[in-house]
């Protein structure tokens, strides 16, 4: 009768009842029998190696008499059942977070899902919104670095839609941070061209050709080129090819695109109908390409010339002079990497015009200077330099008003009255 009172006093240390030493029961809602298996078992070997041999030394001492080793023991017990209280709330409050977190990662996965279908429906900012809270919950709730990875590849993906480039960009990089992905839609090859794009879409010309180029020599290997086929595998391959070629032309380096875009167009000539789009595709980007090389031969302003011209036009027309001043200051870094005089001289013009706008003479003087200096090496461009030389003696004289102190002139000292004969 003693041992088994001893017996029950030891399990209410513990913190559990007769029943409930046999049973789950007492553990905290939606925790598995498995879990509430292990922390018995993990409790019965604690108790094996610590609470049973003090029992046995306390069975000893109770026979040779020895009792004040018998209260050292009580309380030994009471700070053992204190010990065993403390460690059963701790499971708890672990299961009801292990619950919690669970509860916030299916809400996640539901609101990621909504985001998927926003993004297939072509609704990107409902995409973007929806991505980005599943990401924010999930952060909270996992430290899984796949699960992160698919939601941040999500919201990597509808921000590259909806042109939001520079955050993109540095999710894509996220993504490629982990080693294993879990689905087969985030291979390298994948979440690397997703990169170049919003690399391409940011400007960073120089950063993304290198990648391309490393791209299509990694997808070259899995592409049959001499026979006919379709597949994800050539996809990549032509995507790569083709944001190769338009890096190098970005740059202005033409002549190196041209090899490539003639690759890509003989090739698909060889494996493709000639009316699949992506041949049809292949051969205008090439006949651009070769126009372009063709106009700069003959010395004619390009595409990207007359762009930034009509640009230069339209913004001082709206009276835009800030943007105006930025847009004439591309133009003339483009004519110094096109090497093109004629480009810089109308850009030094228009960017004169804007400084005479904006009250700053002795800028505008510099500017049509250097543009005069310019114009008269080509004999063709009489009339041209003519102009110039009519704008910079009245920005001269508007500059030596200003040095002065007088009063720009607007107009007749004496206007006509009402009435009266002009000149009367």
């Keep these: 009768m003693r041992h088994f009172i001893l017996r029950v006093s030891m399990l209410t240390a513990l913190g559990l009842s007769v029943a409930q030493a046999e049973d789950c029961s007492h553990y905290a809602p939606g925790v598995t029998r498995n879990n509430c298996e292990a922390n018995q078992i993990r409790e019965r070997r604690w108790q094996e190696t610590n609470t049973y041999k003090r029992y046995e030394e306390y069975q000893r001492s109770q026979a040779e008499g020895d009792s004040g080793q018998g209260s050292n023991n009580d309380a030994w017990m009471r700070q053992q059942s204190e010990n065993f209280q403390r460690r059963e709330a701790e499971i708890q409050e672990s299961n009801r977070l292990r619950a919690r ?92 061209t997703n990169l170049g794009l919003a690399m391409m879409g940011n400007k960073r010309y120089e950063a993304a050709e290198p990648l391309f180029k490393n791209l299509v020599s990694l997808t070259e ?56 789009p992506r041949y049809v595709n292949a051969s205008w980007s090439l006949h651009d390409n070769q126009e372009e090389l063709k106009r700069r031969a003959a010395g004619q302003r390009s595409v990207d010339e007359y762009d930034a011209i009509y640009k230069m036009n339209e913004l001082i027309y709206l009276k835009r002079y800030d943007q105006a001043l930025l847009a004439c200051d591309a133009a003339m870094g483009m004519a ?89």
């Design 101 to 192: 977190r669970t509860a916030g990662m299916n809400q996640a996965v539901d609101i990621f899902r909504s985001g998927q279908e926003y993004y297939a429906a072509g609704r990107n900012e409902k995409a973007v919104s929806a991505y980005r809270s599943a990401l924010a919950l999930a952060r909270e709730n996992t430290q899984d670095p796949q699960s992160l990875a698919t939601m941040t590849y999500g919201l990597g993906l509808a921000l590259l839609a909806s042109r939001q480039y520079a955050e993109a960009e540095t999710l894509f990089r996220q993504v490629l941070a982990v080693p294993d992905r879990r689905y087969e839609s985030e291979n390298s090859v994948a979440v690397t």
């Design 221 to 276: 290997q899995n592409v049959d080129l001499n026979a006919p086929r379709t597949g994800p595998d050539l996809d990549i391959w032509i995507t790569a090819l083709e944001n190769w070629a338009t890096a190098l032309e970005k740059l202005d380096r033409y002549a190196e695109a041209e090899p490539l875009r003639k690759r890509l167009q003989e090739t698909l000539f060889k494996i493709l109908p000639l009316s699949d």
């Design 336 to 424: 110094e990497r096109h090497q093109s005089p004629d480009l810089l001289v109308v850009a030094q013009e228009k960017k004169a015009e804007v400084l005479i706008k904006l009250n700053r003479p002795v800028e505008a003087e510099a500017l049509l200077t250097q543009a005069l200096a310019l114009t008269e090496k080509t004999p063709a461009n009489k009339d041209r330099a003519a102009r110039l030389r009519t704008s910079l003696s009245a920005v001269r004289a508007a500059a030596e008003r200003d040095r002065l102190g007088m009063p720009a002139r607007s107009g007749p000292s004496n206007p006509p009255q009402p009435g009266n004969k002009p000149g009367t």
